[in-house]
């Protein structure tokens, strides 16, 4: 055990000579995660989505449709661009707007004579989102004309009439529209309108940051790029034991009273402090970012489980070949996939069914799962149990799988 | 002190080490001398422990490394090859974790180090970096390594190698003083004047095996007493050795088309008796040179080649 502490303190001090590794593994999860924050936490404000407005019918609906996309009140703020059909689709076929509205001639009159009609929808199929959107925003327009037309058909009529004599409307004819329309939604109200389900929406006390602060949406992303940032860590720190073995360093040590595997522990040892050093350090950081109320005792034991579990995969990775080289090169593509897939780099919720599924087989899953929940959930460590467990379990198997893969290719005839 | 007997290892088919035996004892500079893939430095990782042998054994002051390699390594001091440092740990930092292996602490742990680093000329650098060290100075902390923690068998594994001629006296002096004190000393090289000047004992390796093993007196001896005669001109293999053959004391080293070199043994009589005889022989001889036997000539007669330095 003395032997073990004495190359503990030995190679701690060698970091600490040597710092530039773990700093920039330590800083890469926080510069990443702030960019990621300023990107897309900087407010409510989006880019207005750029819509080719095709209106062939000039009525009062059509009319009613193009204002609900210009209005300053709509939900969605769009970038109108008005075209003839042709001229709309040239539009989205070299990418200049991200769908195409075509309101087709004789809509209105089809609407109020109470027959079918169609809004038109073409989506730019080189965008994902912004489409879709047009496409719903569109779709709820097409739900409230529908309801207006048949609750509203007759003053509507009256209207229709009045914008195409282009003559002003009386002051009788306004109030005798007012009036018939008030009667239609009394009326109707009791049917359309049951208020069966109330929402109720309110802004916790005490915070004025937006929900989508920059960082709230760095801490958020904090967690995935600190567990592939201390896999990385942890395989870098384990393969000293290969530099030392070409350094000759390690023949030195083994050619003296120590046991085959002192130099092995005491590796695994630094890499486990410099892994909970890491964690510790991010730790501070998520808790300044965010509101601080987490359990001290739940990120203590989770952060020792995922330390071990990474310092474990590490030594698995190095023991499974001869060269350095070779074992950081499979350790790095290991680390890379199982971020992806247990997300480290895009959140769990947005990745496809089968990436999900794949996900509970990678370490940064469990990782990550147990550091938003202590987050974003305020878990509790007892909720933290299976988390803790499986990757406590992991690094314990993966050192003892490794143990003898370890002795049989660094450590003879070093 | 320590014996190794019958020792063997081989890495597949190739026989690194064949079944060689010598003996070091107190006070004593035992020299393994051979040219590059010998077996010298797989012979001394077998007796650190770094190598497992295929069979043999290796015994120091009646502890065997096999059945107790931990007390076995504490008496045994390593001078590596390469030299085996910390870069980023100062002299007196890489000194002290390699002697704290060994158990040293404390005031004798500093104590040591200040003296060991003194004698190999670095205690002015021993709040240095290695890194920041010159090649000569590198060699000289690795020495001092291997000497911290008073090991009764110093194995030095051509310590000279690639450096200055100053850090090469250095390291020799104190190899010497060293073993003034009664340190035994393995050292391997394939430097011959360092094994003529240094080794009481010299055993000779080539291809695992040690082909002759002696005094450097003794093995000058397997050339004959005498002078070694070098000779150049125009001459027949046949010839060359017809003249010879009646002369016991005439031993032919090597032939070649222009080129012979022969041992004489006795004193400048024999030469003159050696010349007469190749001149009836109608030999040629355009050039002739004279000097003292030597352990190349020694590695030459063994081996048939030269231990090119």
Redesign the interface.
Known sequence: MR?VL?SLR?DL??WV??PILPLVFLSFPIVFALLIGLAFGGGDEIAPIKLALVNEDDGVVSRLISSAFTSRRAPVAFQIQEADSAGGLRLVENDKVSAMLRVPAGFSDSLFSGGTSYLEVVKNPAEAVYPRIVEEYAGVLALLGTGASRILGDPLSGIQEQVESRAAPTDAFLSAVSVDIGRQARKAARYVFPPAIYLRSGETEGDDRSSSSPLKVALFVLPGMATFALLTLAIASMSDLRRERS???L?????????PWNPVAAKIGVTLILGLMCIVILGILAAMWGDGKVSIAGFAVLSFAFALCATGFATLMQSLFESETAGSAFGSIVVMVMSLLGGSFIPLSVLPGFARRIAPFTLNYWANTGFHKLLFEKASPAELLPNVGILIGMGVLFVAVSLPLMRKRIL??? | MIQVQDLRKSFGQTRAVDGITFAVSEGMIYGLLGPNGAGKTTTI?CI?????PDGGRIVLDGCELASDP??F??S?G?V?Q?????P??TAY?NVA??A????LSGADLRGRAGQILDRVGLSAGSKQ?ARTFSGGMKRRLNLA?GLMHRPRLLLLDEPTVGIDPQARINILDVVREIQREGTGILYTTHYLEEAETLCDRVGIMDHGRVLAEGTVSELRSMVGEGTVVALRGKFRAEALRASIASDPSIHLLSLEDDAAMLSVGGAARAVADLLSSLLRGGIEVEEISMREASLQNVFLKLTGRELRD
């Open positions: 032997t004495l030995k001090l060698r000579r040597s350094a000759g360093t023949a030195r040590q083994l050619a003296g009273p120590v046991r003879r005839g070093a | 990782s650190t422990g770094l190598l497992m931990i007390r390594k504490r045994i390593v590596p390469e030299t085996a440092l910390y980023t740990l930092e974790y390699f704290s292996l060994h158990g970096q390594i």
